[in-house]
């Protein structure tokens, strides 16, 4: 893809997302994201000469996809595809239901004691 076409597709994302550049489904920015896997900001590792990968130089497109309907990070494409890869998309499917219709099944109510109160 040329370098013009992939900033189109980048600002295009970000106006569907009302111009956060954020996942759509963790809200992680691309700085968070690249955190998340052992990088700074700029790209490059965090702990480079402990690991020996100095010249391993994460790229902002290695992170967040800007090609769907709203951004998704790299962390969120990876969990996605191990739970299809494990078959659990059916429990994935149970727990979206879940998570929008039955809250309060989910989540105790602000004074239902913890779990490890009483231990
Ligand atoms: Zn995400």
Same mark, same amino acid.
């Given at each position: 893809?040329?370098?013009?076409?992939?900033?189109?597709?980048?600002?295009?994302?970000?106006? =569907?997302?009302?111009?956060?550049?954020?996942?759509?489904?963790? =809200?992680?920015?691309p700085a968070e994201v690249k955190q998340f896997f052992g990088f700074r900001e700029d790209g490059t590792p965090i702990d480079a000469?402990?690991y020996?990968i100095e010249d391993v130089v994460l790229d902002r497109?290695d992170i967040m996809?800007?090609?769907?309907?709203?951004?998704?990070c790299a962390v969120?494409?990876?969990?996605?595809?191990?739970?299809?890869?494990?078959?659990?998309?059916?429990?994935?499917?149970?727990?979206?239901?879940?998570?929008?219709?039955?809250?309060?099944?989910?989540?105790?109510?602000?004074?239902?004691?913890?779990?490890?109160?009483?231990?």
């Amino acid at each position: 893809m040329s370098l013009d076409r992939t900033f189109q597709q980048y600002f295009a994302a970000l106006d =569907r997302a009302g111009h956060g550049d954020r996942c759509f489904v963790c =809200r992680r920015t691309p700085a968070e994201v690249k955190q998340f896997f052992g990088f700074r900001e700029d790209g490059t590792p965090i702990d480079a000469a402990r690991y020996g990968i100095e010249d391993v130089v994460l790229d902002r497109l290695d992170i967040m996809s800007y090609g769907g309907a709203r951004p998704v990070c790299a962390v969120c494409q990876l969990n996605l595809d191990a739970l299809l890869l494990s078959g659990d998309r059916d429990a994935l499917h149970e727990l979206l239901q879940e998570m929008e219709e039955q809250r309060d099944k989910l989540w105790p109510a602000d004074d239902a004691p913890a779990p490890d109160d009483g231990v």
